[in-house]
């Protein structure tokens, strides 16, 4: 065989070994590759919220958890409650506050929103800043405490 013809079948050959090779994601997720996973960072109690300091790969977020008062809600029989903790990693489910500022299909989110206090729920006002420009809200935290489907788990 001469040499331009092994060159073109170790090219082809390497081609198609990364065409059929599955991205493997870091964090081991046992959820699909669409639930993204949020990195603990810390936790703060500020008034009536969880304020949950996470990343997202490089991305800071801050998420905005209602407390819950000493009445857990039922769930139903497929789901469990899980107590998240700082330095692990949840999927969770968000929506962002700059994001659904929506008026007459719109986003009408102000610009001097530094400067705004917002009500983030439990009768608490927050303001942003520079390091996390938007508030995230899950729709699959109760507190602390993550709801899902058994047999999800955190990592």
Same mark, same amino acid.
């Given at each position: 065989m001469n040499v331009k013809l092994k060159t073109l079948l170790i090219l082809f050959m390497?081609?198609?070994s990364f065409a059929c090779s599955k991205t493997v994601r870091s964090h081991h997720s046992p959820?699909?590759?669409?639930?993204?996973c949020y990195q603990i960072?810390?936790?703060?109690?500020?008034g009536g919220v969880y304020v949950i300091?996470?990343?997202l790969g490089e991305k800071k977020i801050k998420i905005i958890?209602?407390?819950? %008062?000493?009445? +857990?809600? $039922? *769930?139903?029989?497929d789901n469990i409650r899980t107590k998240i903790h700082v330095g692990k990693c949840y999927n969770l489910i968000l929506s962002s506050l700059r994001e659904?500022?929506?008026?007459? %299909?719109?986003? +009408?989110? $102000? *610009?001097n929103y530094m400067d705004i206090e917002f009500n983030v729920g439990g009768g608490t006002s927050m303001k942003m800043d520079e390091a996390y420009n938007d508030f995230y809200f899950p729709s699959?935290?109760?507190?602390?405490?993550?709801?899902e489907s058994k047999g999800k788990k955190d990592i």
């Open positions: 390497t081609i198609i959820y699909d590759d669409t639930t993204p960072s810390n936790i703060d109690s500020i300091y996470a990343f958890s209602q407390k819950t %008062g000493p009445i +857990v809600k $039922p *769930l139903p029989l659904n500022y929506i008026v007459n %299909g719109k986003n +009408v989110f $102000p *610009l699959n935290l109760d507190g602390l405490y993550l709801i």
